[in-house]
């Protein structure tokens, strides 16, 4: 059982706006930066969004993070068929002394 | 190019052992904690391990704590990961992975299969 705790599905149709929950305690996102994975199927996770709403280079500004208290989302805009995936939020928790993830969810395009 | 690449999985029996390792390349393997996270098949992700860049703090999840040992060599590049008592729960994908100054994982290796099975 995951720490952080996400919808394990999400969908819309091309050009909708899609919004990923993470919800954890005090101990992970309430205290610390909240990051998020996308994997593609059958590849490995990237990097999508750092300290809770930075994007890497190369990630366009249609996905964007948040977080407040011990909650985070990230959000998808303007939805194309390449954003289907599975996407994960992480965090480090200070009580576990490990990083967390949440159970993963899975994107698709309609 | 920021490169890791895992090697080592197999298929071992329950209550084997298993080394894998990844080897880094195209940054300062040094200057970096690094990380290993697992993926059971049709699961997420969960973390395993994390070792300090000078390779003397090790840190562990509970379901591996005692069994697994993280370590690696900086005049080689590499990683590893001793999977020693391994059950048929350890079954995963194993990525290995850099962690930034800022503390998130970038990048993620290719990961490398382990199955435990009879």
């Keep these: 059982q995951s720490v952080l705790t996400q919808p394990p599905s999400a969908s819309g149709t091309p050009g909708q706006r899609v919004t990923i929950s993470c919800s954890g305690s005090r101990s992970n996102i309430g205290s610390n930066a909240v990051n998020w994975y996308q994997q593609l199927p059958g590849t490995a996770p990237k990097l999508l969004i750092y300290n809770n709403n930075q994007r890497p280079s190369g990630v366009p500004d249609r996905l964007s993070g948040s977080k407040s208290g011990t909650s985070a989302s990230l959000a998808i805009s303007g939805l194309q068929s390449e954003d289907e995936a599975d ?24 | 190019e920021v490169q890791l690449v895992e090697s080592g999985g197999g298929l071992v029996q329950p209550g084997g052992s298993l080394r894998l390792s990844c080897a880094a390349s195209g940054f300062t393997f040094i200057s970096n904690w690094m990380h290993w996270v697992r993926q059971a098949p049709g699961k997420g992700l969960v973390w395993v391990s994390r070792i300090k860049s000078d390779g003397r703090t090790t840190v562990y999840a509970d379901s591996v704590k005692g069994r697994f040992t993280i370590s690696r060599d900086n005049a080689y590049n590499t990683l590893y990961l001793q999977m020693n008592s391994l059950r048929a729960e350890d079954t995963a994908v194993y990525y290995c992975a850099r962690e930034t100054t800022g503390g998130w994982l970038d990048p993620w290796g290719q990961g490398t299969l382990v199955t435990v099975s009879s």
């Excluded at chain 1, 969810?105 to 309609?110: A, G, I, P, R, S």
């Design chain 1, 87 to 110: 996407y994960y939020c992480a965090a480090w928790d200070d009580s576990l002394s490990g990083h967390v993830f949440g159970s993963g969810t899975e994107v698709t395009v309609l």
